[in-house]
């Protein structure tokens, strides 16, 4: 997750259209040519992103970062049941941990997912998926802490500030959403 998180932070948006050409550069002169989208900018995948394609990439970075409190304080409630587990539970602390442990598996596919969908095309149904899944899989989570009876405020805390990223970021997929079937519209009315 924090590979993801440090390559979202590494996104830039679209510098523009024009760029000066390497032979113009050299003879000291300002001849421009159009940008085909090649990688002219050193190799560098994720700096041509629009400014609607920046705003979803800047609300990934929230869930993403808000995922890894998430875990973090997951890990804190866990290593504090640690020392109070009673030899006598029957199991049901190890199957807790089992769950808890294919829980954030499952969010570390999502968050990898939601990472690579943000280069351009963005592909927003997919991005959507990956927020659904993150949703349920922070609602069993917090179910199954709250199910060892433990102190876990920090924990919910967690749950509850991711649960608002994804949200929002949501909205920001539905507004960009929008915009494209709006577009698709005006270009089917036009082309009529």
């Not at 994720?46 to 920046?54: A, I, K, Q, R, T």
């Amino acid at each position: 997750m924090k590979d993801v998180l440090r390559e979202m932070k590494e996104l830039k948006p679209e510098s523009g259209n024009l760029t000066v050409t390497e032979d113009a550069e050299a003879e000291g002169g300002t001849q421009e040519e159009e940008d085909d989208g090649s990688l002219s900018d050193g190799g560098n995948l994720g700096n041509d992103l629009s400014p609607e394609e920046m705003k979803i990439a800047e609300s990934a970075t929230g869930v993403v970062s808000n995922a890894l409190v998430f875990i973090k304080e997951l890990v804190r409630t866990i290593t504090g049941l640690i020392k109070l587990e009673k030899p006598d539970d029957s199991g049901n602390f190890v199957d807790a941990l089992e769950k808890l442990l294919t829980l954030c598996q499952g969010m570390g596919e999502q968050i990898d997912e939601l990472g690579a969908c943000l280069y351009p095309p963005q592909e927003l149904p997919v991005m959507k998926t990956a927020l659904d899944k993150i949703s349920k899989q922070v609602d069993e989570g917090r179910k199954e802490v709250e199910t060892l009876n433990c102190s876990a405020e920090a924990f919910f805390q967690g749950c509850n500030s991711l649960k608002i990223s994804i949200r929002l970021m949501e909205t920001e997929l539905d507004s960009s959403m929008t915009a494209v079937i709006e577009a698709k519209m005006q270009s089917i009315s036009v082309d009529n």
